[in-house]
């Protein structure tokens, strides 16, 4: 092992003076220091520990083992013993109690055996006589007492024995591990003195943060050998000078460096170069200390000097690597840096962004990149071995854009359509490719699984639709009806029709046992974007460019009627059991009735069973962003934001306003009614049904995003950009409880159906689930979160048909964040797996420019 001190110098003597220094002394240490007497070579001094150990048997556990079996014996004859003692004792004693019980009785039976003395024979009489008139009774009386007395002084005799002996054994035993604790404390308190890591990064909080930024750029230009030797140089106050303008301080820029050798001194033999901070078993630690040093602009700027100095010093990678984890978790802005020749391992750096940052002949073994954004990002010459990425982003075989999605109603496969003529059929538990799909000479605008999830449908836009066996990945049947452009086809819940809508404003149902065109419906004047079956099949959707919306009887195939104030095409439909919700800006109240809120400050009032507006209400002067019915569905409160920002109450019945409740300062996110609808919650206040303001809750810092009531009405759970999550008693209006966890804005907050969980959602890309009880999160490895979850998230993979046009953005949903490469520049290098699979392909498939 080289010198810390001077890297390129072997270790060659320790020292054993009783001073405290680094022991462990190569060449130029003694050159430096001068020759100490109190040096030894490093291979004598192995054989003086050898010799001590040996001397004291310490190596030897032969005594030790003696000794334990020894006392283990003594513990087990003396358990016999006393077992054997208890039970003759308990003999005795029972035998003692019996007869005095025994005698007792004969006495009274005496007494009672006869009604008649007469009748009493002369034996009898005489002890009846000596009873009443002699001394046996009295003669008894003492003498079981006297038993009695002297059973109750052995008996306090022998507890006080026990007592007194166990006393004393008890305190000798505390008095042997006082003294192992001691020596334990002791040595806890010079390891932990070693260990306080926050402690040593602390030291740096009076340092400017630019000054690490220049203490980089030097040693990059620099390239020292040894790095502590050279920030420990004479001249390096001089040298760095160079890189500094003239306001900096003398004395200051000596002192920043001798904290900065201090610090990297005590880190180099700390847990955090030489274990992995981003396992499991040190998660609570890397919690502790990132909420201390977080907001800390000079100790993160220190943190990217350790990562730098990988590229510099081996001896500090694992350190390095920690801390680029570190900055990761902290979500610190790395996008657009230089991290060229940085040496990172046994770490994970997921849901990391280094968009257009430079990775040039970096290293990279044993790390965790899922997640990662490489936008842009410079890869040149780089070593990347035994990485790990999520599986499921390694198998791409569309070669454009998606233009349609479809999960099969099993839950098993996801059909995917794309602008470059095919279909792309996947495994949802594996990520892998079961079949690509060919056949069209067209983009594939929509794709749809039969009820059974053996067919699939396409449409493309050629205005040809396609059916296919799904487990065979054949082409079953091509329907031909002179059709332009499909945009939309669904299967009926029964699976023996299929409805298409596309560009010549027309409605087709296909047979799909004969494969035959069935009828045709040519009602709308635009072209048709969205169909969907009611669950029993009896009616159909549909919804034009125009935002037109009609519902037809399937039997009669005539129109039941159109809703059509929407001025845009409406892309997403959802059927309850017994009503059609059509969803833009809306909410549904438990009677069937809809209502809309649009960007002009409008509300509209649907019956669903009908299809007939009931009201249009106005009264918010701003776009309406919330709306919430009460249970009896009587009342409909809306609120609104930008210069209005206010709440309104409203007649279901009558489209009236009942009233304006009190204007916030800010928009009205969300609202909530409790279940008995005595309770409005809005933002962060709560507001009775008396229309007047119950509390206002202050807590959080930030803008309230969503509240939450719990089913039995005693909880109120609010959502902000504080990053928090508060509790509060809706009795009193105090706060319970406040959750940390998440890192972002907290969008999402609903309680489990008995109310002892939460979950909520954040744009830090993390669902986390509460345990209400303890108010702490519960991890994935808890076996209750697999249920928590399964009881609380949105069923997604229900019924979901998913259909868009070219203008319209992909929302990506998923439980692990997605690895980018968009644009990356890739010169050479090696980019192997842990499975030794060159993964140079998936950075291709994901944009990635690769020059061999």
């Not at 430096?32 to 001094?45: D, V």
């Not at 996110?669 to 809750?697: H, M, N, W």
Request: with cysteine; net charge neutral.
């Amino acid at each position: 092992m080289n010198c810390f001190y001077h890297a390129r110098r072997e270790i060659t003597l320790i020292c054993y003076a009783s001073h405290k220094c680094q022991r462990k002394l190569c060449v130029e240490c003694i050159q430096e220091q001068g020759l100490n007497h109190q040096t030894m070579l490093i291979e004598t001094f192995q054989e003086k520990v050898k010799q001590k150990l040996k001397e004291h048997m310490l190596k030897d556990p032969n005594e030790l083992n003696k000794c334990r079996t020894s006392f283990k014996s003594m513990l087990s004859e003396t358990e016999s013993m006393l077992k054997k003692i208890w039970e003759e004792l308990s003999q005795s004693i029972k035998q003692i109690y019996d007869w005095i019980e025994q005698e007792n009785k004969s006495y009274i039976d005496l007494i009672n055996k006869y009604s008649n003395l007469a009748e009493s024979s002369y034996t009898d009489l005489e002890k009846l006589v000596q009873i009443v008139y002699g001394k046996t009774l009295n003669d008894w009386y003492v003498e079981k007492n006297n038993i009695l007395m002297e059973l109750q002084k052995h008996k306090n005799c022998w507890n006080q024995e026990i007592k007194t002996y166990c006393q004393k054994l008890d305190k000798k035993i505390k008095d042997i591990i006082a003294s192992i604790n001691k020596l334990s404390q002791q040595e806890d308190l010079v390891q932990n003195q070693k260990e306080d890591l926050f402690g040593s990064l602390a030291s740096l909080k009076n340092i400017d943060a630019k000054f690490f930024i220049v203490i980089i750029e030097m040693l990059k230009k620099e390239k020292p050998s040894d790095i502590l030797y050279f920030l420990s140089k004479l001249d390096i106050q001089k040298l760095l000078n160079q890189y500094l303008d003239k306001s900096y301080n003398v004395n200051g820029v000596k002192n920043n460096i001798q904290h900065i050798v201090t610090v990297i001194k005590n880190i180099y033999d700390h847990d955090f170069n030489k274990k992995d901070y981003s396992t499991q078993k040190f998660r609570q630690t890397k919690q502790r200390l990132i909420g201390k040093i977080k907001k800390e602009a000079n100790i993160i700027g220190f943190l990217k000097i350790l990562v730098n100095l990988t590229s510099i010093d081996e001896n500090l990678i694992q350190c390095g690597s920690n801390s680029l984890h570190l900055l990761v978790q902290m979500k610190v802005d790395l996008t657009q840096q230089s991290f060229q020749n940085i040496k990172i391992k046994n770490t994970s750096l997921n849901g990391g962004s280094f968009a257009e940052c430079n990775f040039s002949c970096s290293k990279f073994n044993n790390v965790e990149i899922s997640g990662i954004n490489f936008n842009g990002a410079k890869l040149f010459h780089c070593e990347w071995k035994n990485f790990k990425i999520d599986q499921q982003y390694q198998q791409v075989y569309h070669d454009s854009g998606i233009l349609s999605q479809c999960f099969s109603p099993d839950g098993s496969k996801l059909a995917s359509g794309s602008w470059d003529n095919t279909i792309c059929l996947r495994d949802i538990k594996t990520g892998k490719i079961i079949s690509l799909l060919i056949g069209h000479n067209s983009p594939i605008y929509s794709v749809c699984f039969s009820p059974d999830s053996t067919i699939l449908a396409s449409g493309s836009q050629g205005g040809s639709i396609r059916l296919w066996d799904v487990k065979t990945g054949q082409e079953k049947a091509k329907l031909d009806g002179d059709c332009n452009c499909v945009y939309s086809v669904t299967f009926s819940p029964d699976g023996l029709t299929l409805a298409s809508g596309s560009q010549d404003n027309c409605i087709r149902l296909w047979d799909i046992r004969k494969h035959q065109l069935k009828s045709k419906l040519d009602v709308h004047s635009n072209f048709v974007y969205l169909l969907k079956f009611n669950p029993d099949g009896t009616t159909l959707v549909t919804s034009n460019l125009n935002g037109n919306i009609c519902l037809w009887d399937i039997r009669t195939r005539k129109k039941k009627f159109i809703l059509n104030s929407y001025h845009d095409a409406l892309f997403s439909v959802w059927f309850s059991p017994d009503d059609i919700r059509a969803f833009y800006s809306v909410c549904s109240s438990p009677d069937g009735t809809i209502a809309f809120g649009s960007y002009y400050g409008t509300i509209c009032l649907w019956d669903a069973k009908t299809g007939l507006q009931k009201f249009q209400l106005y009264g918010h002067r701003s776009t309406v962003y919330s709306l919430c019915f009460t249970s009896d569905s009587k009342i409909l409160a809306s609120g609104s934001g930008s210069e209005d920002n206010s709440i309104h109450l409203w007649d279901v019945n009558t489209g009236k306003k009942k009233s304006e409740l009190i204007r916030h300062n800010c928009t009205v996110y969300s609202l909530c009614f409790s279940r008995d609808g005595t309770a409005l919650a809005s933002v962060a206040v709560i507001i009775l049904f008396a229309e007047k303001t119950k509390f206002q809750l202050f807590g959080h810092i930030g803008t309230v995003y969503q509240v939450c009531f719990s089913n039995d009405g005693s909880l109120l759970a609010s959502g902000s950009d504080d990053e928090t999550i508060r509790l509060w008693d809706v009795k009193s209006g105090q706060q319970k409880a406040k959750l940390d966890g998440h890192s972002g804005t907290v969008y999402s907050v609903r309680f489990s159906a008995d109310g002892t969980s939460l979950i909520s959602s954040s744009d830090d890309e993390l669902i986390c689930l509460w345990d209400l009880k303890t108010n702490e999160e519960i991890q994935s490895t808890d076996n209750r979160y697999k249920d928590l979850f399964t009881q609380l998230e949105t069923p997604l993979l229900q019924h979901n048909i998913l259909s868009v046009a070219t203008n319209i953005p992909f929302l990506f949903i998923s439980q692990s964040q997605i690895f980018q490469a968009d644009e990356a520049q890739i010169v050479k290098g090696e980019f192997f797996n842990y499975e030794g699979i060159d993964l140079r392909p998936l950075l291709k498939s994901k944009g990635s420019y690769i020059e061999q």
